[in-house]
């Protein structure tokens, strides 16, 4: 190799070396900018009320794609002011062991996993914390890279909130219906009355859509909702009323 070409490769490389420090530097800084962002954002959460989420705003979009108009249906309850009988329902449907564990239930992603191996139909293990960080900081899917996300949102809620925070923000942002959104708009919209006044019954079919809220409706009850209000309200009956102080 003569000396012209030496120094060819060695103005490449540092070239290359320059290009591939500056690049590490940018994502060192992206990183550091996203990880205070998002600590930031969920502790301004524990006493914020978030006023809208990823999930609503992709709705209302592809409302007015589809010349529909934007649908927003929510109003925000305080914890104290849902009633007792929708909070165990949630529980009791969506995440039993909800006041004890750490975000996330490794017995109920082991069962099912089992039962994933075993039929077509998936089925998710997806705590109250999770759903609720997905609601409230991402994007809807089923990608590993959401998922991650999803895990790191939850860990920080876990941390940052109290289980009566989550579960009062989980009440008031979820999705209940077309356009729905929290349980003051979903018992108005099918109950005509408010969620502080929700009986067991009810609660367990808001409870029991869940799953599918867009499909399904607590007042217009198929076969299959029906079915599992009633394992809800069995469930309800075996655990204690929820109370969080």
Same mark, same amino acid.
């Given at each position: ?7 060819? =490769? ?5 070239? #290359?070396? @320059?290009?591939?420090? %500056?690049?590490?530097?940018? &994502?060192?800084? $992206? *990183? ?71 975000? =996330? ?5 082991? #069962?099912? @996993?089992?039962?994933? %191996?075993?039929?077509?139909? &998936?089925?998710? $293990? *997806? ?92 007042? $217009? ?25």
């Amino acid at each position: 190799m003569t000396i012209h070409n030496c120094k060819y =490769f060695r103005l490449k490389m540092n070239k #290359k070396n @320059n290009f591939f420090g %500056k690049l590490l530097r940018v &994502l060192r800084i $992206a *990183s550091y900018i996203f990880f205070i962002s998002s600590i930031l954002m969920v502790i301004v959460y524990r006493f914020v009320n978030p006023p809208v989420t990823p999930l609503m705003v992709i709705r209302c979009a592809e409302s007015v794609a589809n010349g529909d108009g934007i649908s927003l249906n929510k109003q925000w309850l305080p914890i104290d002011q849902i009633s007792p009988n929708l909070q165990t329902a949630v529980i009791a449907s969506e995440d039993i062991h909800f006041l004890t564990h750490f975000g =996330f239930d490794f017995e109920a992603i082991q #069962k099912a @996993n089992e039962l994933n %191996k075993r039929g077509n139909k &998936l089925h998710g $293990a *997806s705590t109250i914390s999770q759903q609720t960080a997905k609601n409230v900081f991402l994007w809807p899917g089923r990608d590993w890279i959401r998922k991650g996300f999803e895990v790191y949102f939850t860990l920080l809620i876990e941390t940052f909130w109290s289980k009566e925070r989550i579960m009062e923000v989980y009440l008031n942002v979820i999705e209940m219906g077309d356009g729905v959104y929290g349980a003051e708009a979903a018992s108005q919209r099918y109950f005509g009355k408010s969620a502080a006044q929700l009986n067991k019954e009810q609660s367990a079919l808001i409870a029991a859509i869940l799953p599918n809220p867009r499909k399904w409706h607590p007042d $217009a009850p198929n076969s299959y909702v029906q079915r599992k209000k009633n394992r809800i309200l069995e469930v309800m009956h075996k655990i204690r009323r929820v109370e969080f102080r």
